[in-house]
T-cell receptor, first 107, second 114 residues
């Protein structure tokens, strides 16, 4: 079955520290993965997708098929990065989301 | 371009009642998906409609139903409400082109069941 696992409910780091939000997936086909973000009092929105291989707001994510992972990374966390982050796997015409990780960046 | 609009934003119901939530997608988007968001379960897929046809359905009881109209607007209905149905219900629209797959979310309808 298709599944997305985000093992950390909460990740707390200091400003300027590196960030890694973990995401593992279970899918037998060729995966299409996304990271969505929800800032306080804002709607859920796409942060980045693996097929674009882009860096958004300093965040990057590399698909590792061997480890079935799609971890989200940023070398230096900023306070404005504090938000809920969801990893998602496209399955047909729907997205399967992980449980989400709250990132808190402390000053 | 206007974003996804959901109404009502907040509502309170009692057990046993029913509720209808509405979603207007981004103009030109023909796919509308519904998700239930709770602190414990995260985002759970309810169903997806495309051109008035339900293409996908999640693992929710039959009390949860939906439909899509010819203008792509969608409604979802929950009958015989239970306390556990209290959640934020999110609607998302998409064009689902081969290079996209991006969902555009509304602000949600927060349902409280007493």
């Amino acid at each position: 079955a298709q599944r997305v696992t985000q093992p950390e409910k909460l990740l707390s780091v200091f400003k300027g520290a590196p960030v890694e939000l973990k995401c593992n997936y279970s899918y037998s086909g060729s995966p299409e993965l996304f990271w969505y973000v929800q800032y306080s009092r804002q709607r859920l929105q796409l942060l980045l997708r693996h097929i674009s291989r882009e860096s958004i707001k300093g965040f990057t994510a590399d698909l590792n098929k061997g480890e079935t992972s799609f971890h989200l990374k940023k070398p230096f966390a900023q306070e404005e990065d504090s938000a809920m982050y969801y990893c998602a796997l496209r399955y047909g015409n729907k997205l399967v989301f992980g449980a989400g990780t709250i990132l808190r960046v402390k000053s | 371009k206007a974003g996804v609009t959901q109404t009502p934003r907040y509502l309170i119901k009692t057990r046993g009642q029913q509720v209808t939530l509405s979603c207007s997608p981004i103009s030109g988007h023909r796919s509308v998906s519904w998700y239930q968001q709770t602190p414990g379960q995260g985002l759970q897929f309810l169903f997806e409609y495309f051109s008035e046809t339900q293409r996908n359905k999640g693992n929710f009881p039959g009390r949860f139903s939906g439909r899509q109209f010819s203008n792509s607007r969608s409604e979802m209905n929950v009958s015989t409400l239970e306390l556990g149905d209290s959640a934020l219900y999110l609607c998302a629209s998409s064009s689902w082109t081969s290079q996209a797959g991006e969902l555009f979310f509304g602000e949600g309808s927060r349902l409280t069941v007493l």
